[in-house]
């Protein structure tokens, strides 16, 4: 069972930056696709960016040119958030599914952290 967990959250003011990571509690096979998701209240949870088995990364509309996602020699996965925007305030989580390729549907995820949460104030 791999146990996910999220840190590096926090209060930040529009236009600040925020550094989140993710490390696993066993093993992660690196060709596992690793993805971050952020879900704020009331609404449903959506997918921010990810990183494949061979490396290769994707971002959504509302966070590209601003959020880079990367995964170090440890299979730690980080989010680097530059740029923040009130919209960008949400909890964040990430997440594994045991193939090399990635998508946006949490519901092919089946390994989740609890979250970080990152409030963002204009």
């Known amino acids: 069972q791999v146990q996910l967990q999220e840190s590096g959250g926090g209060s930040v003011q529009s236009g600040g930056s925020l550094r989140l990571s993710c490390t696993s509690s066993e093993y992660t096979y690196r060709r596992y696709c690793m993805a971050w998701f952020r879900q704020a209240p009331g609404k449903e949870r959506e997918g921010v960016a990810n990183i494949d088995g061979y490396g290769q990364t994707t971002y959504t509309t509302f966070v590209k040119d601003r959020f880079t996602i990367s995964r170090d020699a440890k299979n730690t996965l980080w989010l680097q958030m530059n740029d923040l925007k009130p919209e960008d305030t949400a909890m964040y989580l990430c997440?594994?599914?045991?193939?090399?390729?990635?998508?946006?549907?949490?519901?092919?995820?089946?390994?989740w952290g609890q979250g970080t949460q990152v409030t963002v104030s204009s």
């Open positions: 997440a594994v599914r045991p193939w090399t390729d990635c998508n946006y549907s949490p519901g092919t995820y089946p390994y």
